[in-house]
């Protein structure tokens, strides 16, 4: 498995011959959007109305269960955080044995059930910036009630994103860790089998 990041919530994961990629941004953030072929597209938020995926892809937001060739997916509606305009919705993916927690736009508390699916995931997806998301201090908590292997920080500040937000190293501070920082993860089962506590990772552009 090989992830990439392209700023905010964007990350392109390849697994088993297919490419999934997370809540795809406009060039109106000020980033540069992915480009290229997508065989599923998994949205954290989702706007009324809601949009339509493209020709050949697969399109998940929302509750529910999904299955897509060998990969398994399971959406946790965020109500508290939702309102007549957006819907949001946090997942837990598994894939090549290993199993992906994506908490998206999260800026309040986790559903108990969400909660319970996403204890002890080998990675864990993360808002590290703080502000409009979860605050970092409480990101911190999260990640050790959770107890991942791996947290990829998200949604955190970077050169030429016009919203505000803070940086990853306030997270890093909070968690008591130094990082790795990457240009792209592979991931393996055997890997994940040696990672002893939390690693945070963050990943370049």
């Known amino acids: 498995m090989v992830i990439n990041w392209y700023g905010e919530g964007c990350f392109k994961i390849q697994t088993g011959g297919l490419t999934l ?7 109106s953030t000020g980033l540069t959007p992915a480009r290229g072929k997508n065989d599923i597209i998994l949205k954290t938020l989702t706007s009324w109305p809601m ?18 060739q060998k990969i398994n997916i399971r959406g946790f509606g965020l109500p508290k955080e939702s309102t007549e305009k957006f819907f949001k919705t946090a997942y837990k993916l598994t894939t090549e044995e290993i199993s992906l927690g994506f908490l998206g736009h999260l800026s309040d508390e986790l559903s108990q059930e969400a909660r ?48 505000t937000g803070a940086d990853w190293k306030n997270l890093a501070e909070e968690m008591g860790q130094k990082p790795e920082t990457l240009e792209k993860l592979t991931i393996r089962r055997k890997e994940i089998n040696e990672q002893k506590g939390t690693k945070l990772i963050v990943l370049k552009i």
């Open 21 to 27: 990629l997370t809540d795809p941004f406009e060039s």
């Open 51 to 68: 949009d339509e995926s493209a020709e050949g892809e697969k399109l998940i937001r929302g509750a529910g269960e999904y299955e897509i």
């Open 116 to 163: 319970q699916a996403l204890q002890n995931a080998d990675v864990l997806f993360i808002p590290a910036g703080g502000k409009p998301f979860l605050n970092q201090e409480t990101a911190a908590k999260l990640v050790k009630q959770l107890s991942p292997k791996l947290v990829i920080a998200s949604f955190f500040k970077i050169p030429g994103l016009k919203r």
